[in-house]
């Protein structure tokens, strides 16, 4: 019997390091990456009547790719541009506020996106997109005075007025991030980019990093559109030289996949 006993600590060694875990800690960038649900992991007045924050953890069967595509999402990023403005991730299955469904939202230096491993919906690139989405909202604080709201603004059609906010556009089904000709000439990549500044900045943030040939496209054929380009890609440039306009349009873009 101890002739197998190397063979079984080999076994042991290999099922443990692929198990799903509930806490996963990205060593490059310092990011904790959590799957439960934690003692006020959100505000305290999040959990009143109206706010109603209600969560379901990830299942254990869709961890290990969660894990995967933050690895190669923040491959994307400067190591240091994480380690000072991201302390933590959770991954979830299910996130309501307010009786309404929310794929992500941000507190502090923490991102909270969900992963529904039951709707098809929440691909590889979805769930990207959504990391890059509140990321940006997380840098827009860090680094407010790299980006002025009021030249972005400035930057769209002179009648356009912003609406009340995400929360408010989620809640009236207005939440549509899917490019949209219909908005760019206003200055507009989306339906939801009309919600507020925040979210029309969070929109571009996460079509640079994503978006491909035909954000580009838009980009390089809209006037108002490559205005704001330019005016994140500054803002980027700021926090790291080194994501400058060259390095965005180089970017892969990761296939919608399960």
């Known amino acids: 019997m101890r002739k197998f006993w190397p063979l079984l600590v080999v076994v042991i060694i290999l099922l443990g390091s692929s198990y799903p875990r509930d806490y996963y800690l990205d060593e490059r960038t310092s990011t904790e990456i959590y799957f439960t649900l934690q003692e006020q992991m959100f505000p305290k007045h999040w959990y009143n009547a109206k706010i109603n924050a209600e969560v379901e953890p990830l299942a254990r069967n869709e961890r290990q790719r969660f894990i995967s595509i933050l690895n190669r999402t923040f491959a994307k990023y400067p190591d240091k541009v994480l380690r000072e403005n991201l302390d933590r991730v959770y991954g979830l299955k299910r996130m309501k506020f307010y ?67 995400g929360v408010d556009a989620i809640m009236n089904g207005e939440a549509s991030m899917e490019l949209d000709p219909e908005y760019y000439d206003k200055g507009l990549l989306t339906k939801y980019s009309q919600a507020s500044v925040e979210e029309d900045i969070n929109v571009f943030a996460q079509n640079l990093f994503t978006g491909g ?46």
């Open 99 to 165: 009786g309404v469904a929310f794929g992500g939202t941000n507190i502090r230096n923490t991102i909270f996106i969900c992963d529904d491993e039951t709707n098809p919906s929440f691909t590889d690139e979805y769930i990207e997109k959504v990391f890059h989405h509140e990321f940006s909202s997380i840098l827009k604080r860090s680094y407010a005075k790299f980006l002025n709201t009021d030249i972005w603004e400035a930057a769209n059609y002179p009648a356009f007025i912003y609406g009340n906010g």
């Open 213 to 258: 040939q035909e954000f580009w496209e838009v980009v390089d054929n809209n006037v108002r559109i490559r205005r704001k380009a330019q005016l994140l890609i500054s803002f980027y440039k700021k926090i790291d030289p080194r994501l400058n306009e060259d390095y965005f349009r180089r970017l892969p873009v990761k296939v919608a996949q399960r």
